[in-house]
């Protein structure tokens, strides 16, 4: 796939779930040619002040007024110019990285990969790997002085790293709780910090940071415990991130930041999970990245939701304790991890059964 062949903008799951349901509706709702029909229906049947004529309205305005704002940033800020940016990309060796890295690559943009595991070969020429544990803040602030050093100020950052302990919390040690926050939501703050200077200078005139979530910052989930808070934090970050930007630095049109919040990707993190298809469609790692390429080709900011339907999951901690029991007991959750072998190690603690 070359670049210009790459979607506008982040397709719908395909396949029999409920995200292609939530697709199609939201499809017919953006369509200007289905607002046509429908309000010659409505005008046909005298129903044209009617309260569902006036609900379809107020969504198809909100729809196409998002759509022509976001059309005005872009156009505020110009085309990308990839071969004047550094893009500092976490967690580049495989899954949603890897594929983000091989996008991006063909833009001819300079990359830098930091993680610990080595990429796969052949390496682009212009992607360079700094190996790096992302847990180790020292670590971390020396491979970020060598990309600096290597292909000068980070321009886009991605942090898209994490790792995850299958465990009960009571069956974690003080080792594993640090290691999922430092690595899921402490390494994501430290490079922001670093690198954040830069994006700020006048002379730059458009920088992104990119913040990998999950769904599950708003869903908690038995032996996901510490992995879930990571991502939480992540989100909120990123959110006061965006207000500080905005509203205090006065740098809002220049420096971008956008959350993501994917439900399981098919990266192999989370092989074993147990969650039903036509609930939570799982991933490919490719859709993920194809929907982080466009944010920053495009400039977008604020959140993305992938599958569709989970652009309701932060309704979930507004439900009472009932409702969200029986979200867990429809989607299977309760249960989901006892058979959990994601990107686990040999001699790693094994989760209870």
């Not at 092989?271 to 939570?280: V, Y």
Request: proline share 7%; net charge positive.
């Amino acid at each position: 796939m070359t670049v210009a062949n790459l979607p506008p903008s982040p397709g719908v799951t395909v396949g029999r779930n409920i995200d292609t349901v939530v697709g199609v509706v939201d499809s017919l709702i953006s369509s200007p040619v289905c607002a046509l029909l429908v309000a010659a229906n409505a005008f046909m049947r005298g129903a044209l002040t009617s309260p569902w004529m006036g609900a379809y309205t107020a969504l198809f305005a909100a729809r196409a007024g998002s759509s022509w704002l976001q059309r005005r940033r872009q156009a505020a800020t110009g085309p990308v110019d990839w071969a004047k940016q550094v893009i500092l990309v976490t967690g580049g060796s495989h899954g949603i990285g890897l594929s983000l890295v091989q996008k991006l690559a063909k833009t001819g943009a300079r990359i830098a990969v930091v993680s610990l595991e080595p990429m796969p070969k052949p390496v682009p020429s212009n992607v360079t790997q700094y190996q790096c544990d992302l847990a180790d803040p020292q670590a971390l602030e020396l491979a970020v002085d060598a990309v600096e050093r290597d292909l000068g100020s980070v321009m886009m950052l991605v942090n898209n790293a994490g790792t995850v302990c299958p465990l009960l919390v009571s069956e974690q040690s003080a080792a594993d709780v640090e290691r999922v926050a430092r690595v899921n939501f402490v390494a994501p703050m430290l490079l922001t910090r670093r690198v954040l200077p830069g994006m700020l200078r006048p002379e730059c005139a458009r920088a992104h940071i990119v913040f990998v979530a999950s769904v599950l910052a708003y869903i908690g989930v038995p032996q996901l415990a510490t992995y879930t808070a990571s991502k939480a934090g992540v989100a909120l970050f990123q959110e006061s991130l965006s207000l500080e930007l905005r509203h205090r630095l006065g740098a809002g049109d220049r420096v971008r930041s956008t959350a993501v919040f994917p439900s399981k990707v098919a990266s192999g993190m989370f092989d074993g999970l147990s969650l039903p298809q036509w609930l939570s469609p799982e991933l490919e790692p490719e859709l993920v990245a194809d929907a982080i390429f466009c944010a920053l080709r495009d400039a977008r900011d604020g959140e993305i939701c992938l599958p569709l339907f989970s652009t309701v999951a932060p309704l979930y901690m507004f439900l009472p304790r009932a409702g969200r029991r029986l979200i867990h007991w429809v989607g299977g959750s309760l249960d989901s991890m006892r058979n959990f072998r994601g990107h686990a190690k040999p001699d790693a603690p094994q989760p209870s059964k």
